[in-house]
């Protein structure tokens, strides 16, 4: 019998993928092994936690949700933990989104309160995103793939180091991973449904990380744009409703601080902030150039007469977001190199030392986890880019993995590098990784006469461009 086309294809390419896209109830085999790496998994961070985190005094946002988390479970209701414990005032808070802080809010309500019960919730979190790191590589390159993720997602310093820092990073990475693995379910099977979906899941990202709204314009739009078996005008209303149906997820909390504030707070209070935190004289001409410094909005508020303790409040934070795009536009012709440090920061090749001691002292990052975190930087991007090149080459769409990628380079030029940013990054980069590794064991070992590609895995499926 002549060759089909997919194992014409497979001969004439030397990194050729694990058996295809798998679309069909995994295996007891496959579920076995997913198994054994969430142990793997759990057998890293809950040691981690116990012996290395269950003593840190937690300061900044690590606090925010900790302390926030029990006084919501109080009944207290959104309030600023910092005022409330330090200044003996109590204020209104959108310092953050509410997901992350209402989940570990459950645990607290159920008398898990205490700094080490938050952060075995948190590792909870880290523990699914190695099942959907297994599901997600399985479904775009076959079992081996899948359960190659699986593993790095459960070793990989940049993903566990969020589960004893007690940062909504930890939430951040399974609910990407989520949305990756919906968008290739649309991508084999456009319908309506499914982009809803991915809607919903892409709203839930709002409510954790407002910057994961991103993945509308760059995964949502997109896909819709893409799906040629159905009319033009079905794929912009398509496009509108998963549109739609995220920011209907987002709604209730952008109406909640509309009732409570003054002035206009759509997701957090932060935006200030972060505007004078990131465009001020040490982030454009100091030693920190592309990071955010805390001192900034300080100075700013201290020079208009408000004290710290009010740096949450509505005014003081229309005052220091003003002056954070006053300076900007003021030292426009510093921009350009200043984009470049925040970009070159982000992957671990400009300053990777400082910036390493800056996640140890402003994420709650153990020093020696921040190191051998800095170290892994570049090995997973230049796998995330071979595994790219692979999928490509495979005729694999690689938009549902380089959106998530493409969301943290936006934001980092927007706003500042600091390494948390990158975990919206994490689980897709790795994901990639895995495919170029499993492409590689294949080559190693030679062609197998048990083993042929799926034509899924060659081919454009047709329900999409």
Not at 79 to 107: C, K, M, Q, S, W
């Amino acid at each position: 019998m002549p060759p089909t086309d997919a194992s014409a294809l497979a001969e004439r390419d030397e990194l050729v993928l694990e058996p295809g896209a798998e679309t069909s109830p995994p295996e007891r085999r496959f579920l076995g092994w997913l198994a054994a790496a969430v142990v793997l998994g759990a057998a890293i961070r809950f040691p981690y936690l116990w012996f290395d985190r269950r003593h840190v005094e937690f300061l900044g946002d690590s606090y925010y949700y900790h302390r926030g988390a029990n006084l919501l479970a109080d009944g207290e209701g959104f309030i600023n933990p910092f005022t409330r414990d330090f200044f003996g005032e109590t204020h209104e808070a959108a310092d953050h989104p509410p997901l992350y802080l209402v989940y570990l809010a459950l645990f607290s309500f159920v008398g898990l309160t205490s700094v080490t019960g938050h952060m075995f919730a948190s590792a909870l979190l880290g523990l699914s995103s190695i099942v959907l790191a297994g599901f997600v590589g399985r479904r775009i390159a076959g079992d081996r793939v899948g359960l190659i993720a699986a593993v790095l997602v459960a070793v990989a310093p940049n993903v566990w180091r969020y589960d004893g820092a007690m940062l909504s990073e930890v939430m951040v990475i399974p609910l990407v991973l989520l949305a990756v693995l919906l968008a290739y379910r649309y991508w084999d099977s456009p319908s309506v449904v499914r982009l809803l979906w991915l809607g919903l899941v892409i709203g839930l990202g709002g409510l954790t990380r407002p910057e994961l709204l991103l993945l509308v314009p760059l995964l949502v739009v997109p896909l819709a744009l893409l799906t040629r078996s159905v009319a033009m005008r079905a794929r912009l209303t398509w496009m509108v409703a998963g549109s739609v149906v995220a920011g209907l997820v987002v709604t209730p909390w952008i109406a909640f601080n509309a009732a409570r504030f003054e002035e206009p707070v759509l997701f957090t209070q932060n935006l200030g902030q972060t505007l004078a935190g990131s465009n001020c004289d040490s982030t454009y001409y100091g030693e920190i150039v592309g990071y955010w410094d805390f001192a900034c909005p300080v100075a700013i508020l201290a020079d208009n007469g408000i004290s710290r303790s009010t740096l949450d409040s509505e005014r003081s934070e229309r005052i220091v977001r003003q002056a954070g795009i006053d300076y900007m536009r003021d030292h426009a012709e510093r921009v350009p190199a200043v984009v470049a440090a925040r970009l070159g920061r982000i992957v671990g090749v400009y300053r990777p030392t400082q910036q390493r001691d800056l996640d140890a002292l402003t994420e709650g990052v153990t020093m020696w986890v921040a190191t051998v975190a800095m170290v892994t930087v570049p090995i997973t991007i230049a796998g995330a880019v071979v595994g790219g090149v692979v999928l490509r080459r495979r005729g694999r769409s690689v938009l549902p993995l380089v959106a998530p990628i493409a969301s943290v380079l936006v934001t980092v030029v927007i706003f500042y590098a600091a390494s948390r940013f990158r975990a919206t990054a994490e689980g897709p980069m790795l994901v990639l990784c895995a495919v170029a590794v499993g492409a590689g064991w294949r080559r190693l070992r030679g062609p197998s006469g048990d083993e042929r590609p799926d034509p899924a895995s060659t081919e454009v499926h047709p329900g999409v461009a």
